[in-house]
């Protein structure tokens, strides 16, 4: 069975002059879930949570129920509040519908993007290559989100943005996984790149292609990289079972 006994304690948070305080604190608890420090399955205390990231209890709820609706945090009747625990068929219907919405995106970008955009898309690119040499995680992960919200920016379709916002926010936690797993990082970029040429070409046929066909590969890479996590994890139970 596994735990969900918290180890660390969130870190109080930071205000920010432009942000309402309940988008701040949404975005404390967000990150503490991708993470890994507020576990799957953890039961969430409204007080504890406030204590620990300094604010009132206000704020807190309030961000609960941005949480909730982005599908991190579930509210069981007369049991309490959760991170929510996404199984692999959950993660199988995520990626289902964001393949067909990221085809769709990237078919509208093709007919819709602006010369500056496709030039950032392929300046991304470069820094990107350059972060895979000199294996710069982070930086790599950073250009990978500047990158999609250009590419969904270039749909001109403020919906269709708003929800893939959502689909990926879902599916960030699993980022590490799928970019750590042998030879998952240079095959994205190759994905990006033909993605790019095929959008600078006008080609809304072929770029919605090496979209849903990117978004396959990155199913089957994040789950065969959970299977071995959990095989991995097995292993370690048996050796060290205390």
């Known amino acids: ?5 918290r180890h660390r304690t969130l870190e109080p948070i930071k205000l920010d002059a432009y942000k309402p305080l309940r988008e701040v604190v949404s975005q404390a608890l967000r990150q503490a879930i991708k993470d890994g420090v507020l576990l ?9 949570l406030a204590e ?12 609960i129920r941005i949480l909730e609706q982005e599908g991190f945090i579930v509210m069981v009747p007369r049991r309490g509040t959760y991170v929510a625990d996404i199984s692999l068929k959950d993660i199988a219907q ?24 496709l030039e950032q898309l392929e300046r991304i690119l470069v820094e990107i290559n350059e972060f895979i040499a000199h294996d710069e995680f982070d930086k790599i992960v950073d250009a990978d989100i500047r990158f999609h919200e250009i590419l969904y920016q270039a749909s001109r379709n403020d919906r ?15 980022r590490s996984i799928s970019m750590h797993y042998p030879g998952r990082l ?24 090496v979209a ?4 396959e590969n990155s199913e089957k890479t994040l789950l065969k990289g959970i ?3 959990e095989a991995s994890a097995r292993i370690v139970h048996e050796l060290f079972p205390h």
């Open 227 to 229: 299977s071995k996590d």
């Open 94 to 117: 995520v990626f289902e519908i964001r393949s067909a919405l990221e085809e769709l995106a990237a078919g509208l970008a093709a007919e819709r993007i602006t010369p500056d955009e």
């Open 52 to 63: 620990e990231l300094g604010v009132s209890r206000t704020p807190i709820r309030e961000a």
């Open 160 to 174: 269709l943005v708003d929800i893939l916002h959502n689909l990926r926010e879902q599916m960030l936690r699993f």
């Open 186 to 209: 240079a095959a994205t970029w190759e994905e990006h790149r033909r993605l790019v040429e095929f959008i600078a070409d006008k080609n809304s046929s072929m770029a919605r292609k």
């Open 1 to 5: 069975m596994k735990s969900n006994v």
């Open 40 to 48: 799957p399955g953890e039961r969430l205390m409204e007080i504890q």
């Open 212 to 215: 849903k066909k990117h978004m």
